[in-house]
Every structure is written in C-alpha cells, then in structure tokens.
C-alpha cells in the first residue's frame, strides 16, 4: 500500500498535519479521527516515550492518518528506533548541512541506499510481513528535513540535492531565534531567509513545509500562495487552549449579555 503522505510530497500536492506533544493516544485519536492527512508525534518537546510512540502510532493508524515522528535529534538510534515502532515519515530537526541530511539518510533506508539495520520489529509486523516491509520500506518512508537554523538556510542547495529528501520543512521558532528575532517572522531578515527557503525548494523539485503553531484561514491561504505544500497546523496543547479559551470567552460574554438583558 503506496504511503500517501509521500505520495502528496513527491507530487508537491498539499497535505495536511498536525502535532502531538501530549503524549496520550487519546490525543491522537481525536487528531487523526478530525481527517488530518498525518500526524506528527513530537519526541523533540513532547512528553513521550518510546512505548507511548507505539500506542500513539496505532491510533493514528486507526482513525485513517499516517504516523510520523519529529525526532528529538539527528541521531542514528532514535532514527532506528522509532522506524522499528512503524513511523512512516520521519522529520529529522536540525539540519545544517549535507553532511547531515546524508547521515540521516544512511540510517533511514535499507541497503544498498543505507545501513539500517534488519530485525523483526512492530513495522514488519514481528516478523510477519518481514520481506514485503524491507521491500518497500526504501520506497514508502517519507524523509522530511527541518531547516531551523540560518546555517541550514545557507546550506539549503546542498541539503536539498541530497537523494531522498522528500521535504523540507521550516521550524520557525528556531528559525527567527537563529537571527536573534525569535518570533519576528516579519522582519525582513527573516522574510528573506523563509524567501531562499522556498525559492531552494521550487528549484529542486522539493516540497516546502511550514508549521503554522497558530493557524487562520488567512494564514493558510498565505501559506499556500507562497508555495508551501505540507503544512502542520496547530499542536495539540495549542489546539486544546484555543477552544477551551474561546469556549470560555463566549460563555463569559453571553452570561454579561444575558445579566445586562434582566437588569
């Protein structure tokens, strides 16, 4: 079965996540039952461990979306690790250099394009669907690399013509902070970089991510006319305090138009 979160990054279609930092496959449920394309557990920030990656894998599974996990660094055992948990793409963060999109890369697939290692694991199902998962792994596996720093911005024409980059995806937070303008994705500085970001992505043929913490219909609309295709919208901690906070707004205005309505 062809992996469709790749299948949209390949064909730079727009697809459409979200972020999972609490970590309860309740939480993931809700996610993925909502109809986001994937969703990304977070296991840079979130609170969460390897077994609580699996439960939060098979309930993304189970409500329709494709599990993916943002790694907590470019790092050959949690690449290994959470791949053996059935991650179907990975977001590898903190990527400066060619030099690192490629040693990513090398843990990530199978030989004769890498050096993951072989062994029965939840992905193959235990064992059970062994050949045909080490078959198709190479080929179904999205990689996605973060560009979260004005080093990685530099680098980007490198990073991008490694083979098997399926994305590049900016974390802007890190981003702006690298310049010293946490936040300030305004600022002409910042504007600039996100600029060669995108203008690297187009020239290689990648898709451009963007994660919007705060999304709008008008920043999405952005988002989409500035060429960005795979967008994380939202977390989870902030998606539960924007309704809870509107939810409260809206019963704390009615009750004063109710009060002043009987006065």
């Given amino acids: 079965m062809k992996n469709r979160f790749r299948q949209s990054l390949?064909?730079?279609?727009?697809t459409f996540g979200s972020w999972i930092q609490i970590g309860h496959p309740a939480i993931a449920e809700v996610l993925a039952g909502a109809g986001f394309d994937?969703?990304?557990?977070d296991v840079e920030h979130g609170i969460v461990d390897l077994s609580d990656i699996a439960h939060l894998f098979r309930a993304i599974?189970?409500?329709?979306?494709?599990?993916v996990?943002?790694?907590p660094f470019n790092d050959p055992i949690w690449i290994k690790?959470?791949?053996?948990a059935g991650a179907c793409g990975l977001i590898i963060p903190m990527v400066n250099s060619a030099a690192e999109a490629r040693a990513a890369m090398d843990q990530a697939k199978?030989?004769?394009?890498?050096?993951?290692?072989y062994g029965y694991s939840r992905a193959n199902q235990h064992g059970r669907e062994f050949d045909s998962y080490i078959r198709r792994a190479n080929e179904e596996i999205a990689i996605v690399m973060q560009i979260e720093h004005r080093r990685g911005i530099e680098e980007i024409d490198a990073i991008l013509?490694?083979?098997?980059?399926d994305a590049a995806f900016i974390g802007p937070l890190d981003l702006s902070g690298?310049?010293?303008?946490?936040?300030?994705l305004e600022d002409p500085e910042i504007v600039e970089a996100l600029r060669t970001f995108r203008a690297s992505c187009q020239g290689h043929s990648i898709s451009a991510g963007m994660h919007l913490v705060h999304p709008t219909a008008g920043s999405i609309q952005q988002a989409l006319r500035d060429g960005y295709t795979m967008m994380a919208l939202g977390l989870d901690n902030t998606l539960l305090a924007a309704a809870a906070g509107a939810a409260l707004d809206a019963a704390r205005d009615t009750v004063a138009t109710v009060l002043v309505r009987h006065s």
């Avoid at 013509?161 to 980059?165: K, L, T």
């Fill in 61 to 67: 599974e189970l409500h329709g979306a494709v599990p």
């Fill in 10 to 14: 390949l064909q730079r279609e727009p």
């Fill in 178 to 184: 690298s310049y010293g303008k946490t936040g300030q």
């Fill in 161 to 165: 013509e490694v083979p098997g980059v």
């Fill in 38 to 41: 994937w969703v990304a557990v």
């Fill in 110 to 117: 199978y030989p004769p394009l890498g050096c993951r290692g």
């Fill in 81 to 84: 690790r959470v791949l053996d």
């Fill in 69 to 71: 996990a943002r790694l």
